[in-house]
């Protein structure tokens, strides 16, 4: 049992409510008001979001401990600041990770994590060819850490699918898709290729990212990138597979090998967002529209869940630049507005 337990979410908080609760600080920085004196600006969060906060009051003291990924407990009051909620501290403490329940703090999908993993190899169990079947087998059947990672990652810092195994549920939505394009468009895609493109084409975000408490980028994800991370991926994994007496019908073919590189470089669609090759085949093409659809219909459906203006509208989503229209589902436990 934690000492420090959560009974206070940064989504429940409204305007002057006192404030108590264990946060994860997801960000921290000192900056100067304008008399020159010295205050930190935090980011706190939990499972349920984030939320600004100040330490107006000896801030210089905390420098080096209230840092990113540090447990705090938290007291003081929260207001609401240009329309936005922010906590003013009025008394911080550093906890220890055994003094608080880890899970409280970290976003996570609806989905659970095995469920989404054997939908995913129930999609590797479905594929023919015998190359491709056999290199999304030594990825997700053969490699224990691999697994481990997909389960766990986010599929990006923030914007979409942005909670622990939002990578996997992207990646089993978009499987799901492609395997029904590759029936609708039938004789003209390769099922297997296409599904190999939703698989891989962002595996890299595994070793991309760090996703132990908050998210951040890696070494590695910020000199590389999640693109050619993955190019590389399968590069290791084909050398291995070649490597295997038997495993595999004669060596790994080298158009095959090129077009699954490719569908992870192309899947970013244009030089400017970072792909290296625009899509040259039908399959590329499909896995970065598909790509593209999935995360903003998850970001757009998360964004309108999560309004909490009265009434049928949002507020504005800068992302977008409009407000979205609140269907049904997203009025669910809402009041009706006076009109
Ligand atoms: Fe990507
Ligand atoms: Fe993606």
Not at 31 to 39: E, L, R, S
Not at 61 to 86: L, M, P
Not at 185 to 203: M, N, P, V, W
Not at 237 to 249: C, E, M, S, Y
Request: charged share 30%; hydrophobic share 40%.
């Amino acid at each position: 049992m934690s000492s420090f337990a959560k009974s206070q979410f940064v989504k429940d908080l409204k305007d002057k409510d006192n404030v108590g609760s264990p946060f994860l600080v997801k960000f921290s920085a000192v900056a100067t008001d304008k008399n020159g004196k010295p205050y930190m600006n935090v980011v706190l969060m939990d499972r349920t979001g984030e939320v600004e906060a100040r330490i107006w009051e000896d801030a210089n003291k905390y420098v080096g401990q209230v840092v990113r990924d540090a447990f705090v407990y938290v007291e003081g009051r929260s207001q609401s600041y240009q329309g936005r909620k922010q906590i003013v501290i009025s008394k911080i403490q550093i906890l220890r990770e055994d003094q608080v329940d880890p899970k409280q703090f970290v976003a996570e999908g609806t989905l659970d994590a095995e469920d989404l993993y054997s939908q995913l190899l129930g999609f590797v169990d479905s594929m023919k060819d015998p190359y491709y079947k056999a290199l999304a087998e030594i990825v997700f059947k053969d490699d224990a850490d691999i697994a481990d990672r997909v389960k766990r990652a986010p599929a990006a810092k923030s914007v979409h699918h942005a909670y622990k195994t939002g990578l996997l549920e992207h990646v089993v939505s978009i499987s799901g898709i492609l395997a029904n394009l590759s029936d609708h468009y039938g004789k003209y895609l390769d099922r297997d290729l296409l599904l190999l493109g939703g698989f891989f084409h962002d595996i890299g975000k595994i070793w991309e990212l760090t996703y132990d408490r908050t998210v951040d980028y890696t070494t590695e994800g910020k000199l590389i990138g999640h693109l050619v991370m993955g190019v590389e991926m399968v590069e290791k994994k084909i050398n291995l597979l070649d490597a295997q007496p038997g495993r595999l019908p004669a060596p790994f073919p080298e158009e095959k090998r090129l077009l699954v590189k490719h569908l992870i470089l192309a899947h970013h669609g244009l030089l400017e967002y970072g792909s290296p090759k625009r899509p040259k085949c039908l399959e590329a093409l499909i896995v970065h529209y598909i790509d593209d659809l999935d995360s903003k219909v998850n970001a757009i459906k998360n964004f309108i869940e999560q309004d909490q203006n009265p009434g049928r509208w949002t507020g504005l989503n800068k992302m977008y630049e409009r407000f979205f229209f609140k269907p049904d589902w997203a009025m669910e436990g809402q009041k009706t507005p006076q009109e």
